[in-house]
């Protein structure tokens, strides 16, 4: 019966991830607003609403090493499989925006996580600063996206507008309530189906609630790159985790003190290096082509085997 339902949440994700997108790039035409600000930021914390529940709810237990290893499974789940299956359907155009800022944000994100977990621990004033640095980001993204409204116009290619824009909100709601229904009806099934198949805890929470949680950034952006809309399928991605960082590890900090020896350097190391490698490959091209996704998804298989024969 878990496969049925297994199956069932594909459908769901699949029908919502078409419906925020649509009501997005819809949304963000109508607000003369450039779709990749509407991916980094509604796209983006819509689809990180499950990482939000399952670490906020870890942080809440106690279970620090469960609410870090969520959103640091998360963050390289989002580039290395995500973007790189993303680029794989359609090689994603980079907008000077995503190269001059956002995916050095990201890159600065992962860096100062790293320096100030060295210790095996995030304090209050450190969550604090997380989530006071997330504000900042996104009234940096609201203003600079505002007064750059006639050049987003003319720049973006023509998106069809739907009739009013209610459908557009309610698409986007019914999306994102699909999207979050979906990947914890998948992860509930599938954590059922590998117990059933003898899967140890530690490799459970590696693959399939990392992952899992992670399901509504992948088929949002796997739909957007199938429509062709670079812009939203990269924006999730980038906003998703700078988010996933700063707001999610931020107030699951605020509400408890995050202190874990399970999560190693290693870990923090491979996020850094891959925020830093699509980082990279943004600057030597106007394009993430379909061999750079391949070599995300061959970094993130490397990860996993590395923690998988560690276990």
């Known amino acids: ?47 990180s609403a499950p990482e939000l529940v399952v670490s906020v709810k870890a942080a809440m237990n106690g279970q620090s090493a469960l609410s870090i290893g969520n959103v640091l499974g998360s963050n390289l789940f989002n580039i290395g499989i995500i973007l790189g299956i993303s680029a794989i359907i ?24 790293l320096i100030l977990f060295l210790d095996g621990k995030i304090s209050f004033p450190e969550a604090c600063l997380f989530v006071l640095l997330f504000a900042a980001y996104m009234t940096y993204l609201f203003v600079t996206s505002f007064k750059n409204k006639k050049k987003t116009v ?12 209610i459908i557009d909100v309610l698409l986007i709601l019914l999306g994102l309530a699909g999207l979050v229904y979906g990947s914890n009806l998948l992860v509930v099934n599938a954590v059922v189906i590998a117990q059933k198949l003898g899967m140890s805890e530690a490799l459970i929470g590696l693959t399939i609630v990392a992952a899992g949680t992670s399901m509504p950034e992948l088929a949002t952006s796997v739909v957007a790159a199938i429509k062709k809309r670079s812009d939203i399928a990269i924006g999730n991605v980038v906003g998703s985790n700078i988010f996933n960082l700063l707001l999610i590890l ?30 990279f490959f943004m600057k030597i091209g106007t394009r993430i082509r379909r061999w750079q996704g391949m070599i995300f998804i061959g970094v993130y298989l490397a990860y996993f085997f590395i923690k998988f024969a560690a276990l």
């Open 1 to 47: 019966m878990e496969v049925v339902w297994l199956l069932i949440s594909l459908v769901i994700l699949y029908f919502g991830a078409e419906w925020l997108v649509s009501g997005a790039s819809s949304f963000a035409a109508r607000l003369g607003v450039s779709p990749l600000i509407i991916g980094l930021t509604i796209v983006s914390m819509g689809t």
């Open 154 to 165: 003319e720049e973006d290619e023509v998106i069809k507008r739907h009739k009013h824009w």
């Open 90 to 113: 359609y090689p994603l155009a980079v907008r000077r925006q995503l190269l001059k800022f956002d995916a050095p944000v990201m890159v600065l994100t992962s860096v100062l996580f």
């Open 250 to 279: 931020g107030v699951a900090g605020i509400i408890y003190p995050i202190e874990t020896p399970d999560i190693n350097v290693l870990d923090s190391l491979f996020v850094v290096g891959v925020s830093a490698l699509l980082w």
